[in-house]
């Protein structure tokens, strides 16, 4: 079982619609999460984080996180064209030196 | 302006040449990261280096060789020995002891042919 999974997708919605985008995690002890946007050819950008459980809101950006579940998601609400990339999930597990595991990433399309 | 720079943006070497790969910040951030990732595929980590003179290794160090004399620069060596080096070299940093988030550079493409 992979430490972090995300449905590589593709993901496509229709401009303006909520595109949903999941990520499960192994370790149950894990404290922060983390969504990066990662455009083609480009480097990661980190968008949202979360460390409590609930919702967590930033523009048209909503993190939710269940770590009963071990669950994390974005939602993307009013998506545009522009916010067509690949979102990267990262998750801080237990242990030292505070590094991130990431999920291989979902490809998101947005359609005209 | 600060951030964290990497170059080349692109480069092309011969098998069996060693290379390396910089990366600088002036962001006074204190952990400093190499990642690679090959197409379709998430960031798998390369070393990380939390403080000056100080590295880890990562999952996938076999092949590759970094030092870290300054705070702000953590340049990487992609050595002969590493089988498949051709990929997109990513380097990140830390703030500080309370921070959990990282910031990319602009990464560098490596070709190996």
């Known amino acids: 079982q992979k430490e972090v999974e995300q449905n590589s997708g593709p993901l496509s919605v229709p401009e303006g619609a909520i595109a949903s985008l999941n990520c499960t995690y192994s370790d149950r002890g894990s404290q922060s999460f983390f969504w990066y946007r990662q455009y083609s050819g480009k480097s990661p950008e980190l968008i949202m984080s979360i460390y409590s459980n609930g919702d967590k809101e930033d523009g048209r950006f909503t993190a939710q996180l269940n770590k009963a579940s071990q669950y994390v998601s974005l939602l993307i609400r009013d998506s545009q064209p522009s916010d067509s990339a690949t979102y990267l999930c990262?998750?801080?597990?237990?242990?030292?030196?505070?590094?991130?595991?990431f999920g291989s990433g979902t490809q998101l399309t947005v359609l005209p | 302006d600060g951030g964290i720079t990497q170059s080349p943006k692109y480069l092309f070497r011969k098998e069996g040449q060693n290379v390396t790969l910089s990366c600088e910040q002036n962001l006074n951030h204190d952990a400093m990261y190499w990642y690679r990732q090959d197409p379709g595929q998430g960031l798998r980590l390369i070393y990380y280096?939390?403080?000056?003179?100080?590295?880890q290794k990562g999952d996938i160090a076999e092949g590759y060789s970094v030092s870290r004399e300054k705070k702000e620069s953590f340049p990487l060596t992609v050595t002969s020995a590493q089988k498949n080096p051709t990929a997109f070299y990513l380097c990140a940093s830390r703030p500080g002891q309370e921070s959990y988030e990282q910031y990319f550079g602009p990464g560098t493409r490596l070709t190996v042919t």
């Open positions: 990262a998750v801080k597990g237990r242990g030292s030196a505070r590094q991130l595991t």
């Open positions: 280096s939390q403080i000056v003179n100080d590295f």
